[in-house]
T-cell receptor, first 113, second 115 residues
Framework: GDSVTQMEGPVTLSEEAFLTINCTYT??????LFWYVQYPGEGLQLLLK?????DKGSNKGFEATYRKETTSFHLEKGSVQVSDSAVYFC????????????FGQGTILTVHP | EPEVTQTPSHQVTQMGQEVILRCVPI?????FYWYRQILGQKVEFLVS????????KSEIFDDQFSVERPDGSNFTLKIRSTKLEDSAMYFC?????????????FGAGSRLTVL
């Protein structure tokens, strides 16, 4: 079945540091890929998405590129801020089941001033 | 910005009791979902609901679980007889038409603690 693996966390960075959170997946066919973010006390919010190979999703300075050859969708940001502190989830939607997402385990990011 | 609201935010119940978790999805959305996250584990799909019926459910969603959209606005998850292992954060979500059916908006979650 489908699966998503994220890098182990938590991740602690200083403000303005470069961020990478690794995500790899296993799926049949051509899944859509997502990054969701959860701020303290809030629900999961869609951060960015990519629906086909070589697509780059971007939002709020975050980017991720759908790499079919390496089955990866790594999240990057060039300069993190304290306000980026949150839990980040990689997810995929495979097949024809609308809204049935398979999530990674989540990565806690803490950014210090 | 439209949001999905869930109540209660936290519920504590005794094993064997019935629990109903409530959700108000975004008003023009067509697809509704429940997910759960057991502490320290991944967020897991439970069920999807479209056109007033279940469209898909996971193996977790056994006969103890049911969903309902009783009045066109609320979307509920009922656990008939709770077990200790049902303790988790339950997330409701909704999404729009086919082209955006995989773009889910999630609620903040309802934390269920079964004693």
């Amino acid at each position: 079945g489908d699966s998503v693996t994220q890098m182990e966390g938590p991740v602690t960075l200083s403000e303005e540091a470069f961020l990478t959170i690794n995500c790899t997946y296993t799926a049949t066919g051509y899944p859509s890929l997502f990054w969701y973010v959860q701020y303290p006390g809030e629900g999961l919010q869609l951060l960015l998405k990519a629906t086909k190979a070589d697509d780059k999703g971007s939002n709020k300075g975050f980017e991720a590129t759908y790499r079919k050859e390496t089955t990866s969708f790594h999240l990057e940001k060039g300069s993190v801020q304290v306000s980026d502190s949150a839990v980040y989830f990689c997810a995929l939607a495979g097949g024809t089941s609308y809204g049935k997402l398979t999530f990674g385990q989540g990565t806690i990011l803490t950014v210090h001033p | 910005e439209p949001e999905v609201t869930q109540t209660p935010s936290h519920q504590v119940t005794q094993m064997g009791q019935e629990v109903i978790l409530r959700c108000v999805p975004i008003s023009n959305h067509l697809y509704f979902y429940w997910y759960r996250q057991i502490l320290g584990q991944k967020v897991e799909f439970l069920v999807s609901f479209y056109n007033n019926e279940i469209s898909e459910k996971s193996e977790i969603f056994d006969d103890q679980f049911s969903v309902e959209r009783p009045d066109g606005s609320n979307f509920t998850l009922k656990i008939r007889s709770t077990k200790l292992e049902d303790s988790a954060m339950y997330f409701c979500a909704s999404s729009g038409d086919n082209s955006r059916a995989n773009v889910l908006t999630f609620g903040a979650g309802s934390r269920l603690t079964v004693l």
